[in-house]
């Protein structure tokens, strides 16, 4: 377990697969991740799979510490173990959790993690420029813009911007400090 504030990450277990599948077929969740079909059962458990097993991924369920109850799931995808780099990920699959700062406590947790325990260098992730509430959390985090990938992503009928924000250690490290 690794310990946050509200929040505790922990490993994904095979009885969270459903509650996953869930979220991924919940347009109100997916649009804002990059998923663009309906996705099975099946593709849900594969993805699953593939996570237990590559080295370059760790990725954790998110438990609210007050009711221990799985929200969601944050991790660390591509790491790149030479470079020091990851690209970070986080979904906040329990509507009723948005807009509450567990998202924030979450990725807050996992950058103490990516920098503390795994000695990464720096942390990045992609967001889609209309997604607000996220941008506001990721700075609270110590993100920072670094770019806008014009018109990178097409859904629902439109194309949209994606901006790059990131963060190295020694940002991180001030923050805690």
């Keep these: 377990m690794i310990e946050g504030k509200r929040t505790v990450l922990r490993a994904l277990e095979r009885t969270d697969i459903a509650r996953m599948h869930a979220w991924m077929n919940d347009p109100a969740v997916t649009t804002y991740l ?3 079909y309906p996705i099975s059962l099946d593709q849900e458990t594969s993805w699953y799979e593939r996570q237990q097993s590559d080295e370059r991924n760790k990725v954790f369920g998110i438990v609210e510490r007050d009711t221990d109850r799985h929200i969601g799931n944050v991790g660390l995808h591509d790491i790149d173990w030479v470079a020091r780099k990851a690209e970070a990920g986080i979904v906040i699959g329990q509507k009723d959790c948005w807009g509450t700062g567990l998202g924030t406590d979450a990725m ?7 920098f ?8 990045y992730l992609t967001v889609f420029a209309y997604n607000e509430r996220a941008i506001r959390s990721y700075e609270k985090c110590g993100f920072r813009r670094e770019g806008v990938l014009r018109r990178h992503h097409y859904g629902n009928g ?4 994606v901006m790059v924000m990131g963060i190295l250690r020694e940002e991180h490290d001030a923050l805690m400090r």
């Design 116 to 123: 503390g325990t795994l000695n990464l260098n720096r942390v």
């Design 158 to 161: 439109a194309y949209h911007d």
């Design 108 to 114: 807050q947790t996992l950058l103490s993690f990516a």
């Design 34 to 36: 990059l998923v663009t």
